[in-house]
């Protein structure tokens, strides 16, 4: 059974769109959620939320975490075609073990 | 400061051959991890270092083995390579320890195709 779900795996906006992105998470040892942004190389680090209901911004984009649902939403407002890549959400457990992601999500922004 | 620096960029493998991944890190984090990505998969962790001088196994290790050499530098082995390994492997650090951010930082990735 995975530990984090990403939904949905594939999304085709246009320019200009609002999109949100989820993330679901086992609650066993969870500890922090993260966002990654990856383009055509390595994932690139947006949030980690760790407190539930507090949301984090930056820029268009912003995330939120809800501990009752076992769930995170990352917003992005008013897109742009630099915002198409893989968005993938992690889970940390609390130990050394690192990180368990998603299988991510693959945003378009068509012009 | 380079970050975390991962060579090759790209391998392309006969089956049964050997290689070693490299990967180095100048931010003086404790804890090491080499990942995988394979298409629809998400990253999925091979091995990890928590701190100098250990390593542990992912959810992913068969097939591989690791060797952390020092603080700054944690290698992947494939000691016989098969097709299935054929992937883009990434390499990550964080400060570790159970205060402060578990962000990872991920180096740029490794191509590399076993035919």
């Known amino acids: 059974e995975d530990k984090v779900v990403q939904s949905p795996l594939s999304l085709v906006v246009h320019e200009g769109d609002t999109v949100t992105l989820n993330c679901s998470y086992e609650?066993?040892?969870?500890?922090?959620l993260l966002w990654y942004k990856q383009e055509k190389k390595a994932p690139t680090f947006l949030f980690m939320l760790?407190?539930?209901?507090i949301e984090k911004k930056s820029g268009r984009l912003s995330s939120i975490l809800d501990k009752k649902e076992l769930s995170s939403i990352l917003n992005i407002t008013a897109t742009q075609t630099g915002d198409s890549a893989i968005y993938l959400c992690?889970?940390?457990?609390?130990?050394?073990?690192?990180?368990?992601f998603g299988k991510g999500t693959h945003l378009i922004i068509q012009p | 400061n380079a970050g975390v620096t991962q060579t090759p960029k790209f391998q392309v493998l006969k089956t049964g051959q050997s290689m070693t991944l490299q990967c180095a890190q100048d931010?003086?984090?404790?804890?090491m991890y080499w990942y995988r990505q394979d298409p629809g998969m998400g990253l999925r962790l091979i091995y990890y270092?928590?701190?100098?001088?250990?390593?542990d196994k992912g959810e992913v290790p068969n097939g591989y083995n690791v060797s952390r050499l020092n603080k700054r530098e944690f290698s992947l082995r494939l000691e016989s390579a098969a097709p299935s390994q054929t992937s883009v492997y990434f390499c990550?650090?964080?400060?570790?320890?159970?205060?402060?951010?578990?962000?990872?930082?991920f180096g740029p990735g490794t191509r590399l195709t076993v035919t």
């Open positions: 992690a889970r940390w457990g609390g130990g050394a073990d690192g990180l368990t």
């Open positions: 609650v066993t040892n969870f500890r922090s």
């Open positions: 760790t407190s539930s209901g």
């Open positions: 931010m003086n984090h404790n804890s």
């Open positions: 270092s928590a701190s100098e001088g250990t390593t």
């Open positions: 990550a650090s964080n400060r570790g320890g159970m205060t402060g951010t578990y962000e990872q930082y």
